[in-house]
Antibody, heavy 119, light 102 residues
Framework: EVQLQQSGAELVKPGASVKLSCKTSGYTFSNYYMSWLKQMPGQNIEWIGNIYGGNGGTGYNQKFKGKATLTVDKSSSTAYMDLSSLTSEDSAVYFC????????????WGPGTMVTVSS | EIVLTQSPTTMTASPGEKVTITCRASSSVSYMHWYQQKPGASPKPWIYETSKLASGVPDRFSGSGSGTSYSLTINNMEAEDAATYYC?????FGSGTKLEIK
């Protein structure tokens, strides 16, 4: 059974950074891309970027370049996302989602991590 | 960049009613995916490649469309179908349709 487990909620101060994790199981991590997505309260879903589990190759939404940095640890089948220079606009729920082999279809999702940026 | 416009934004349906949600793309696309999201939960894959039901999705749901117009249809609305539905094509998501039960 494919599972994506995300790290717990974060309360961070403006200007700080935070690192979110997405630990996977139930499939071959190195054969798939992992995407990260952002959803602000009551808002639409935005694609941040993705990373290939096999070689760590990345692609980013231009909007999030410089904000988000994606990495993987193949040994633990875990994907990470660093968010830097946080502002109130970064307060949101962040999801990791496996990108299936079909047409950019996100076939498994983590439960999400809520990030709150507040002083 | 493709823009996806969903309609309606919100709607209310009675049990047993037929429901259709539309997603229009700003230019022609070859497929559409759909997700269901309930409050406090992550989006669930629902329909992929326009018309294929994800695992566990009831067969009262169907998807269709081509070009710039795609739709998700529910035959015989049930209470459990109340949720927000998002269409998605490549990197872009629609703004969602909130479906409520009467």
């Amino acid at each position: 059974e494919v599972q994506l487990q995300q790290s717990g909620a974060e309360l961070v101060k403006p200007g700080a950074s935070v690192k979110l994790s997405c630990k996977t199981s139930g499939y071959t991590f190195s054969n798939y891309y992992m995407s990260w997505l952002k959803q602000m309260p009551g808002q639409n879903i935005e694609w941040i970027g993705n990373i290939y589990g096999g070689n760590g190759g990345t692609g980013y939404n231009q909007k999030f370049k410089g904000k988000a940095t994606l990495t993987v640890d193949k040994s633990s089948s875990t994907a990470y996302m660093d968010l830097s220079s946080l502002t109130s606009e970064d307060s949101a729920v962040y999801f990791c989602a496996r990108r299936g082999h079909s047409y950019w279809y996100f076939d498994f999702w983590g439960p999400g991590t809520m990030v709150t940026v507040s002083s | 960049e493709i823009v996806l416009t969903q309609s309606p934004t919100t709607m209310t349906a009675s049990p047993g009613e037929k429901v259709t949600i539309t997603c229009r793309a700003s230019s022609s696309v070859s497929y559409m995916h759909w997700y269901q999201q309930k409050p406090g939960a992550s989006p669930k894959p629902w329909i992929y490649e326009t018309s294929k039901l994800a695992s566990g999705v009831p067969d009262r749901f169907s998807g269709s469309g081509s070009g710039t117009s795609y739709s998700l249809t529910i035959n015989n609305m049930e209470a459990e179908d109340a949720a927000t539905y998002y269409c998605q094509q490549w990197l872009t998501f629609g703004s969602g349709t909130k479906l409520e039960i009467k």
